[in-house]
Antibody, heavy 122, light 111 residues
Framework: QVQLVETGGGLVRPGNSLKLSCVTSGFTFSNYRMHWLRQPPGKRLEWIAV??????????NYAESVKGRFTISRDDSKSSVYLQMNRLREEDTATYYCSRDGYDKNYAMDYWGQGTSVTVSS | DIVLTQSPASLAVSLGQRATISCKAS??????????MNWYQQKPGQPPKLLIY???NLESGIPARFSGSGSGTDFTLNIHPVEEEDAATYYCQQSNEDPPTFGSGTKLEIK
């Protein structure tokens, strides 16, 4: 079955960096765009980044709130997607999710990981 | 960015009755005759779960008491008959245009 497992969250000081990982299984990872999203406590979901597949040159797109600070990447050989987060701010505090892009479902996000919590605080 | 306005913010529905949630987009999320509106269910401490994609298509494994309708800018999620396990927050999401955006959520309580 399809599984996505995020790791790498934790407590970090403002201005510091953190790298999240999302290891997947149960599907042909290289065929799918992958997303990162986040959800601050008690708030709505916010999409933050997407990475395309090899045939689209692994293109990436970002939300304005993280552009220039966060970098999404992938390693198809490890069926994994990553989120490098630099210059973290208190407002980046959230649960971070990776999700699969359902290209055959009008790009709905059809599978999600359980999430990893990131707290940015001094 | 496309803004999605969900209503109501919360509702309480008796067991076995109908729950109706609305989602209005600030611009059309249709393209080439297809709607790019999706619905998710999220329970506390859990990730979102896809219920409905392309406005009205039921995701595999989701009970048939969930249904979606609409096109253009106006969409609806219906749950009938409501069961205890449906207590959750429901989000609409558009996938027609980057960035993908979500509604503010509707919290469903079962009476």
């Amino acid at each position: 079955q399809v599984q996505l497992v995020e790791t790498g969250g934790g407590l970090v000081r403002p201005g510091n960096s953190l790298k999240l990982s999302c290891v997947t299984s149960g599907f042909t990872f290289s065929n799918y765009r992958m997303h990162w999203l986040r959800q601050p406590p008690g708030k709505r979901l916010e999409w933050i980044a997407v990475i395309t597949v090899k045939s689209d040159n692994y293109g990436a797109n970002y939300a304005e709130s993280v552009k220039g600070r966060f970098t999404i990447s992938r390693d198809d050989s490890k069926s994994s997607v990553y989120l490098q987060m630099n210059r973290l701010r208190e407002e980046d505090t959230a649960t971070y999710y990776c999700s699969r892009d359902g290209y055959d479902k009008n790009y709905a996000m059809d599978y999600w990981g359980q999430g990893t919590s990131v707290t940015v605080s001094s | 960015d496309i803004v999605l306005t969900q209503s109501p913010a919360s509702l309480a529905v008796s067991l076995g009755q109908r729950a109706t949630i609305s989602c209005k987009a600030s611009q059309s999320v249709d393209y080439d005759g297809d709607s790019y509106m999706n619905w998710y269910q999220q329970k506390p401490g859990q990730p979102p779960k896809l219920l409905i994609y392309a406005a009205s298509n039921l995701e595999s494994g989701i009970p048939a008491r969930f249904s979606g309708s609409g096109s253009g800018t106006d969409f609806t999620l219906n749950i009938h008959p409501v069961e205890e396990e449906d207590a959750a927050t429901y989000y609409c999401q558009q996938s027609n245009e980057d960035p993908p955006t979500f509604g503010s959520g509707t919290k469903l309580e079962i009476k």
